[in-house]
């Protein structure tokens, strides 16, 4: 095995260690945290670095274009469907009242909301 392999294969597994332990750290701030919209920041962003890092670490250890091929297409399509699933969450927690809107400064949906339910539009 070449050098620049065992190169290759030590990154590989320090980027699936730091991959699972940033999915580690955001599963514990889903638990953790007390509402709806900061458990929804917990499951998207550290969830969506920590893939990457394990995929990454698998394209290292891998090697091979068809592996780093497939492995860029779920970059991608977690990319693409994650901020999309966490943005539905927490509009829908936010109509059901689950958000805990009390605590927000400024809260930028409530005057079209009110405007929607004025008019007898459906939301």
Same mark, same amino acid.
Do not use: N
């Given at each position: ?5 065992? $190169? ?5 597994? =320090? ?5 699972c332990?940033?999915? @580690?750290? &955001?599963?514990i701030?889903?638990?953790?945290? !007390? ?10 962003? !550290? ?6 890092? =394990?995929? $990454? ?9 068809t592996? =780093?091929? %497939?492995l860029? @297409?779920i $970059?991608?399509?977690?990319?693409? %469907?994650? !901020?999309?699933a ?6 829908? $927690? ?5 958000? &805990?809107?009390r605590?927000? @400064?400024?809260?930028?949906?409530? !005057? ?7 008019t007898?539009?459906?939301?």
């Amino acid at each position: 095995m070449s050098a620049w392999a065992q $190169a290759a294969d030590l990154a590989g597994t =320090v980027l699936l260690f730091l991959g699972c332990l940033q999915c @580690l750290l &955001g599963v514990i701030g889903m638990l953790r945290f !007390p509402d709806v919209l900061s458990r929804s920041h917990a499951a998207t962003k !550290p969830q969506t670095l920590g893939m990457l890092l =394990v995929l $990454a670490g698998v394209a290292l250890r891998l090697r091979h274009g068809t592996d =780093v091929g %497939t492995l860029a @297409l779920i $970059a991608f399509f977690q990319f693409l %469907t994650s !901020p999309v699933a966490s943005h539905l969450v927490a509009r829908s $927690a936010y109509r059901t009242g689950q958000t &805990g809107s009390r605590g927000l @400064l400024r809260d930028d949906l409530d !005057p079209q909301l009110s405007d929607a339910e004025d008019t007898g539009e459906q939301r």
